[in-house]
Nanobody
Framework: QLQLVESGGGLVQAGGSLRLSCAVS????????MGWFRQAPGKEREFVAA????????LHADSVKGRFTISRDGAKNTVYLQMSSLKPEDTAVYYC?????????????????WGQGTQVTVSS
C-alpha cells in the first residue's frame, strides 16, 4: 500500500494558477499509474489526470486539457498537477490516487490508494 499526501491547495481568483503536489511513499511504485481526481460538493468524484510513473505518459480529462498538466519527479517521489486558467467550476477537493493497473483508467473504483485531499477554491 502506498501513502499519498497532497498539498498546495488554496484560494485563487479565476484565471489564476496553482500547483498541487502529492508526496508518495511506501513500497516501490514504478509500475503504478498515479491519478488526480476531484470532488465538488454534491457531485461524484471526477477524473482529472493520470500519469504512468515509469513511462511518464499522461492522460488528461477533456475538461482540463490545455489548462492542467500532470507530471512526476522520480527524485522527489512526487506527482504534480499544474493548474492554470482556473475557473470557478474547478472548485473542489482534489485527491491523489494510485493504481497498479497497466492501462489508464478514469474510474475512481480502479484506484486503490488515496490521499486525504486538498481543497481548491476558485473565486469569480
Amino acid at each position: 500500500q502506498l501513502q499519498l499526501v497532497e498539498s498546495g491547495g488554496g484560494l485563487v481568483q479565476a484565471g489564476g494558477s496553482l500547483r498541487l503536489s502529492c508526496a508518495v511513499s511506501g513500497r516501490t511504485f514504478i509500475s503504478h499509474i498515479m491519478g488526480w481526481f476531484r470532488q465538488a460538493p454534491g457531485k461524484e468524484r471526477e477524473f482529472v489526470a493520470a500519469i504512468k510513473w515509469g513511462a511518464g505518459t499522461a492522460l488528461h480529462a477533456d475538461s482540463v486539457k490545455g489548462r492542467f498538466t500532470i507530471s512526476r519527479d522520480g527524485a522527489k517521489n512526487t506527482v504534480y498537477l499544474q493548474m492554470s486558467s482556473l475557473k470557478p467550476e474547478d472548485t473542489a477537493v482534489y485527491y491523489c490516487a494510485a493504481t497498479t493497473r497497466v492501462v489508464f483508467s478514469t474510474r475512481p473504483s480502479d484506484y486503490r490508494d488515496w490521499g486525504q485531499g486538498t481543497q481548491v477554491t476558485v473565486s469569480s
